[in-house]
DNA sequence: GTCTATACCAAGATAGAC
DNA sequence: GTCTATCTTGGTATAGAC
């Protein structure tokens, strides 16, 4: 099964508050969004994610693009979370080494981290452009202030968490049993953690995406 | 304008020779879809961009997705083809400078590292995925093989690399005169020109998107 | 080699029942 | 709160003329 995996049949959803169903919808929005982008995304692949119909889900949010704005500021929100948490935790390890850490275990909240990448080459939008501008920018903010990065440091934080983004994406560790370059590059780009982006991968197929005939 | 300049009126393009109008086609839809990504972008806008219709847009190519097969084909080739220029080219410069200079260059052709951007965020997708993959390893084996990079140099190139096509995507550029806090972070991104950047943002605008009400 | 016309399907959004 | 039915738009691809 892949990453979004449909709730099963179309049995009415059972009746739940507005705010659960809207928290589950989100969570598997993010999980949609990741996979297939802003465009790519269908409200009736989000709606199957979330085991509802689909007008349910356009009702809920408003349109399409609220919905997506939403998604991109709850993982936002969390992604400065786990940072935050990162910065006050007690260790003996070096700051920058724990919020990159805390960074690659936000892998495991599925589509969070790429949610945000495909808003990131989505910069010519007028509206998720900008949302997408004002995030990167309040995460380099935090580097600089809350975590005290210098303007290198945190360049450089950014960087290597587009990379780790881009390893993702791109799922490069389906090549890793196969493929030894492969292997290479993704041990060297997940210092810890590796572990968890290899299990990801597990359960994730290419449904949801037109069968190559 | 936007990057994306529709080549005027409807009048029937000059007959040209298949070659000619291909590469036309091909360098209209590296603009497009570094702009749209894959499934934002119609081939109606690349028609538009190209100065043809759309039908023969498909017609030349088949499908949309081999048209963008082919885009990312050409980009990537290109790529390693700047790459091994500055391999060849007499410097006292470090070789990891030259290469990274030829790399941000490449901004200045447009459309081609964004296209390349979006095809590693779509690894889900079973054609696009499995050519995002092979292309993205073939440049990490440039740099390990012909660059003579180690493991090590190679990620952290890599990762420069991801976080100035996020820098591009999102549009950082436009925030530069008038936020500080993105004018450093691009001041320290771009190590030399960022004036490039800079002078290919000013022509850009939100045209092609749908007009915020 | 290139266009016009069009068939066909997918997707977002709305109306209204339960 | 949630669904079914449906309207409407827009986009890929095909047919066939010039």
Redesign the interface.
């Known amino acids: 099964m892949?990453s979004v995996t449909p709730t099963e049949s179309k049995t009415p959803a059972t009746r739940m508050k507005s705010e659960d169903r809207r928290e589950l919808i989100l969570t598997a929005a993010t999980e949609v969004f990741g996979?297939?982008?802003?465009?790519?995304t269908t409200t009736e692949k989000v709606a199957q994610a979330a085991g509802v119909s689909q007008p349910y889900v356009v009702r809920m949010f408003g349109t399409k693009e609220k919905l997506y704005l939403e998604v991109i500021h709850r993982a936002l929100e969390r992604l400065l979370e786990a940072f935050r948490g990162a910065l006050a935790e007690e260790s003996d390890k070096p700051l920058d080494h724990r919020i990159g850490l805390a960074y690659v275990t936000l892998m495991s909240d599925r589509g969070l981290l790429?949610v945000l990448?495909?808003a990131?080459?989505?910069?010519?939008?007028?509206?998720i452009?900008e949302a997408?501008?004002c995030g990167?920018?309040e995460v380099?903010?935090f580097l600089?202030t809350e975590a005290g990065f210098d303007?290198?440091q945190?360049?450089q934080f950014?960087?290597?968490g587009?990379?780790v983004?881009?390893m993702?994406?791109?799922?490069?560790s389906?090549?890793y049993s196969a493929?030894p370059?492969?292997r290479?590059?993704l041990?060297?780009?997940f210092p810890e953690k590796l572990d968890l982006l290899l299990e990801l991968g597990d359960d994730?197929t290419?449904a949801?995406?037109e069968?190559?005939e």
Do not use: K
């Open positions: 892949s996979e297939f982008g802003y465009v790519g790429l990448m495909h990131f080459v989505l910069g010519s939008d007028p509206v452009g997408a501008r990167f920018l380099y903010e600089r303007a290198g945190s360049r950014l960087a290597n587009m990379l983004n881009t993702i994406g791109i799922r490069m389906d090549e493929n370059i492969a290479e590059l041990d060297e780009s994730r290419t949801g995406h069968a190559a």
